[in-house]
């Protein structure tokens, strides 16, 4: 095929993240996050580069001691959620080039307008490079996985949500998913969200490629929880994919507010031979990283709270985005 979306552990060149300062949602635990923030970043750093966008670069650098792996970019951003916002990379005969996609805060729930602008102006000002391809699709990276060989996992709640491409019919956005992508095959859970979650089911919440063969999912074990009977009929959609299936428990209910929070170990996040995970104080917690080292032997995996991120409905994987190397055999 032309077209290869990569899958998230291939070879990267950096990963990016915004870092919080004079966000608006973010101001009721600012201290926190930034806190949350830097260990993240942290272990970042110690494998590969990461470029920190930020309104203030000044000051965010002075939370690091350490420099190396850390490039700092001054720019205006509405949300911290580049997953969403940032470009998607992707290889076409070889050679990377990066899709900007309309982001509209998952359905116009927020302001998007400086989100919406980060990918073209990272391009524009040279810190990006290559083949940019500005689309008016809306699609947001945590919407869709692939295993790097033509498949593409995605739900339906999410791609076929009328806040999205509603003059599209569910055909034509199949049609142009697969097309963008080359994709040999989509699949697209009927199945399965999370309560807190802003996204309509990213799938990135919910189910995950862990090599090209397996996929990790979100199992519910207690049947007293809200989630059981659609996290049960998720699971039952991906036995009939054909693929091997690794489960994740749920972690246990969090609340900010009196408002439950989507607490995932999906959320996890490859990086140049590591694989970082969020936790949450849980008694899941262990257990999960454990079976992912014992999963990926090649890998190290490290454990982030991700206790604050979710005040704020997203975790790990929502706050970053990968930047792949230009060109691969």
């Not at 990569?6 to 930034?34: G, Y």
């Not at 998007?112 to 990276?141: P, W, Y």
């Not at 339906?156 to 949500?161: A, G, P, R, V, Y």
Request: charged letters at 20%; aromatic letters at 12%; a negative charge.
């Amino acid at each position: 095929m032309a077209k290869r979306l990569p899958s998230e552990w291939e070879k990267q060149s950096a990963l990016m993240v915004v870092f919080p300062t004079s966000q608006l949602d973010w101001q009721h635990s600012l201290a926190q996050i930034q806190a949350s923030y830097v260990a993240f970043i942290n272990a970042i750093i110690t494998y590969q580069p990461c470029f920190v966008l930020c309104d203030d670069t000044l000051h965010v650098s002075s939370f690091f001691t350490k420099n190396k792996n850390l490039f700092f970019i001054d720019i205006q951003t509405n949300d911290t959620w580049i997953r969403d916002f940032g470009g998607i990379d992707f290889y076409e005969n070889g050679s990377k080039k990066t899709y900007n996609f309309t982001f509209n805060a998952w359905g116009d729930k927020f302001m998007s307008n400086k989100d919406d602008a980060v990918t073209k102006q990272l391009f524009k000002r040279g810190i990006l490079h290559g083949t940019l391809i500005n689309e008016s699709f809306v699609l947001e990276g945590g919407s869709i996985d692939s295993n790097g060989e033509g498949v593409i996992l995605s739900t339906q709640k999410c791609l076929f949500n009328s806040n999205r491409n509603k003059h599209l019919t569910q055909t034509q956005i199949t049609q142009k998913i697969t097309s963008f992508f080359d994709a040999k095959k989509l699949i697209m859970l009927a199945n399965g969200g999370l309560y807190g979650d802003d996204t309509d089911a990213h799938v990135d919440t919910l189910a995950r490629f862990l090599d090209k063969e397996t996929i990790a999912y979100v199992k519910c074990y207690d049947k007293n929880d809200a989630h059981f009977d659609d996290l049960e009929a998720m699971e039952q959609e991906l036995s009939q994919t054909g693929f091997k299936l690794f489960p994740l428990p749920l972690p246990h209910a969090k609340f900010y507010n009196n408002h439950r929070l989507p607490a995932t170990y999906l959320n996890f996040v490859f990086i140049n031979d590591a694989l970082i995970v969020p936790t949450y104080d849980d008694v899941h917690d262990a257990s999960v990283l454990a079976s992912l080292q014992l999963f990926f032997s090649q890998r190290v995996v490290i454990g982030i709270d991700a206790q604050i991120f979710i005040r704020e409905h997203g975790s790990l994987h929502c706050s970053c985005m990968n930047i792949y190397e230009d060109n691969i055999l």
